[in-house]
């Protein structure tokens, strides 16, 4: 029956060569779960470097010969694994040493294996009779084992093998023309193909004669290093829009380096080629190792171009201003780099300069002798014409607004005298018409024709353009200078009185919240207004009729006018004493009561033969009549209340 180390011999006592097993761990118990070694080291491996000292049978070779290995220990079951690197053209066969296994200790302590506690930095370790130097390991390995309680030692270094020493000063001397080098261009062009970094840059060249601030776009592509610079052409630059800047191609730092011959700046050099026994046949060539006549140029790379960097491109100082997303995310992943502030490109406003023109001569109108100074060629003024299509005449809609107006002088013939002033929305002209009344003495018509009128203090000889009477500056109540004449507005037609009201923001005069607003400042007359409303009002209905509310009274020449206007067949001295007969202190006639007498079916009068007379043509068959009103009734509480806040009593 075979003993184990857990159970001693006869008596309690111990056998030959059996040692008592300690009942305590050398170290303190962790803190860490209780998981099994398989689980808790799954996929950990130390991994050592270490090299051995291998003798050589041919000593024309040497008498030794230095070869590393990687040592690899996993913690799940403490197995070893050590494989040594391959080297090319070594002449031994290399790869995997010793197979994953537990490898037992040197004798006397064969029966025992390897475990962590046995590996440490600058040791030997011995595997099945061959002597392994340790002289290094990775940062993995050197922090579990601080954190096991292990003491590291210093690491080594491995000595270079003589032979590969040797063997690399012979084939140095032996090929010299012939050296293998090595362009794999093909790794770079698969892994970046496509892949471009986009700056934009400012080539600054206003110091030269006629030059100026050149905005470009520098494309770099990381395929294969090379440039390409295209310029962005402004509107109106006078330059010739060319496709590209710079063509593509590899930018060197120090340019331009001046003229190289064909085939000098190249990447190898051929000595000499080599061919069969057939002409025109090419087998090899030589290649020049030194490269002896090589011209050693520096290109701009990737990690060159940054914001805020100037390249050399050709003798040309670019300025790097900018740069796109891609480009931003690239720097950041590979140089680390956060700060992306860019610097403003956009050359400064030039100083608007004021053109002159000069002062008007007299001939033709304006606009047109303006036009002679703007081109070589003159060209007719152009008008507003979208205007002129929107607010032209069509249908009932007249876009004029016409206004009866008199004529403000000292003269005592023209005193009467009366007119019809017309707008014309489409394109601000004036027409001005005088209504043609018999044996008057003044000759009625057209009295201006449809022109734009100046307004007046302007100028003649003047290198600016003229101002005109706008359709804002009309109203009713207001004095217009047409050439010299005064007019005062006195009335004006139902389209222009609904035009102004509805377009308010245009005639001030005409919003009904602006004359609320005067009637607020008179609050202190608030009762008092409030008093004559209500003696108005006799049934107490707070409606008050529109012709009460109104003022029924109208001067007397203006119900002179009225019945000249009418065609009434009364002679001037008659019509005057009818009227006087109605006039009050003030000169002022109640039209209801005189209209009322002139009622014929109230009133009957013998028929009358008309006189026949030519009727003359008139431009304006308007004659500033006031215009029917349809309203009734005024609800005057309704207005108190909204103009001064009074509340019925």
Same mark, same amino acid.
């Given at each position: ?65 230095? %070869? ?6 996993? $913690?799940? *079951? #403490? +197995? &070893?694994? !050590?494989? /040594?690197?391959?080297?090319? @053209? =070594? ?122 601030? %050149? ?6 592509? $990381?395929? *294969? #290093? +090379? &440039?390409? !610079?295209? /310029?962005?052409?402004?509107? @109106? =630059? ?135 100074? &703007? ?275």
């Amino acid at each position: 029956m075979l003993v184990s180390e857990d159970k001693p011999g006869i008596g309690g006592e111990l056998l030959l060569g059996q040692k008592t097993k300690p009942k305590y761990s050398a170290f303190p118990k962790g803190m860490g779960s209780d998981a099994p070694s398989w689980v808790a080291f799954d996929k950990q491996v130390l991994s050592f470097d270490a090299y051995l000292e291998d003798e050589v049978p041919d000593k024309s070779q040497g008498n030794y010969r230095i %070869r590393r290995y990687k040592i690899y220990f996993y $913690l799940e *079951d #403490d +197995t &070893i694994q !050590v494989n /040594e690197p391959e080297l090319k @053209n =070594s002449g031994m066969p290399q790869g995997t040493s010793i197979r994953r296994q537990r490898i037992s200790l040197p004798p006397p302590d064969e029966d025992q294996f390897y475990t962590v506690h046995h590996f440490n930095i600058n040791i030997d370790i011995i595997f099945y009779g061959r002597t392994f130097k340790i002289y290094d390991c990775d940062t993995f390995t050197k922090n579990f084992l601080k954190k096991i309680g292990v003491k590291l030692n210093p690491p080594g270094q491995c000595p270079e093998d003589p032979y590969m020493k040797i063997r690399r000063e012979t084939l140095d001397c032996m090929k010299p023309l012939r050296p293998y080098e090595s362009f794999d261009t093909l790794k770079q062009f698969l892994e970046y193909d496509r892949k471009v970094l986009r700056f934009f840059c400012l080539w600054d060249d206003s110091a030269t004669l006629f030059g100026d601030r %050149r905005e470009l776009i520098l494309h770099y592509f $990381l395929s *294969d #290093d +090379t &440039i390409e !610079v295209k /310029e962005v052409m402004p509107h @109106n =630059s006078g330059r010739d829009a060319m496709s590209l800047f710079l063509q593509r191609r590899k930018l060197p730092k120090y340019g331009p380096p001046g003229v190289c011959q064909p085939g000098q700046v190249t990447d190898r050099t051929v000595l000499n080629i080599y061919g069969g026994l057939k002409e025109n046949r090419v087998d090899g060539y030589l290649l020049d190792k030194y490269k002896l006549g090589k011209l050693d140029q520096e290109f701009y790379k990737d990690s060159d171009l940054f914001i805020g960097a100037t390249i050399n491109v050709w003798g040309r100082k670019v300025l790097l201003c900018d740069c796109d997303e891609f480009t931003k995310t690239y720097y950041k992943t590979k140089y680390g780099i956060e700060n992306f502030t860019s610097i403003p490109c956009k050359a400064p406003p030039l100083p608007k300069i004021e053109r002159k023109f000069p002062p008007y001569t007299g001939f033709g109108s304006e606009e047109d002798s303006l036009r002679s100074c &703007i081109g070589l060629v003159p060209t007719p003024h152009q008008r507003d014409f979208k205007k002129f299509m929107e607010k032209d005449s069509y249908g009932n809609i007249s876009n004029t607004l016409r206004f009866f107006a008199k004529l403000i002088t000292h003269k005592c013939a023209d005193v009467d005298r009366m007119f019809v002033i017309s707008y014309f929305l489409s394109d601000d002209t004036i027409s001005v018409f005088e209504p043609i009344e018999r044996n008057s003495g003044i000759t009625g018509g057209k009295f201006l024709k449809r022109i734009r009128v100046k307004k007046p203090g302007q100028e003649v000889f003047k290198s600016e353009l003229s101002e005109y009477i706008k359709a804002e500056e009309l109203y009713i109540g207001a004095t217009v200078n047409v050439n010299g004449y005064l007019f005062l507005l006195l009335n004006a037609d139902e389209y222009t009185l609904n035009y102004m009201e509805t377009n308010s923001d245009m005639f001030p005069m005409s919003s009904i919240e602006l004359i609320l607003q005067k009637l607020k400042e008179e609050e202190s007359k608030s009762r008092e207004i409030k008093q004559v409303f209500t003696a108005a009002d006799c049934k107490h209905t707070k409606m008050v009729d529109y012709n009460t509310f109104r003022k029924k009274v109208l001067p007397s020449k203006d119900i002179r006018r009225l019945c000249k206007s009418f065609r009434l067949p009364l002679s001037d001295d008659l019509l005057g004493s009818i009227l006087s007969g109605f006039e009050d202190s003030e000169k002022q006639i109640n039209y209801e009561s005189f209209f009322c007498a002139l009622n014929w079916r109230i009133n009957p009068m013998p028929e009358l033969e008309a006189t026949l007379y030519t009727k003359e043509r008139c431009e304006d068959e308007w004659l500033g009549m006031p215009s029917p009103i349809p309203v009734k009734y005024i609800n005057y509480m309704r207005l108190l209340k909204d103009v001064f806040g009074l509340e019925e009593e």
